[in-house]
């Protein structure tokens, strides 16, 4: 999975069954929800794997597309 936006922006984690929403804490002991906000099937090393992305709940349309290209750009 992806996170865009947020305090884990641009991290990538593997994980076997993502939930549609997951509340992660900080190390300040603040909480930060993030929601599925899109969901793709690609082709990695001959085999087909689901990329979930995540964004902090409230996102906009607008800036989850605007966070998903920053990403992009990183890579």
Request: contains cysteine; aromatic residues 8%.
């Amino acid at each position: 999975m992806l996170f865009v936006g947020g305090p884990h922006h641009a991290q990538r984690v593997l994980m076997g069954r993502p939930e549609f929403q997951m509340a992660l804490e900080q190390p300040s002991g603040e909480r930060v929800t993030y929601c599925r906000h899109m969901l793709e099937a690609a082709l990695r090393d001959g085999r087909w794997m689901n990329i979930a992305t995540y964004a902090p709940v409230g996102t906009s349309d607008d800036e989850f597309a605007r966070l998903v290209m920053d990403v992009a750009r990183l890579r």
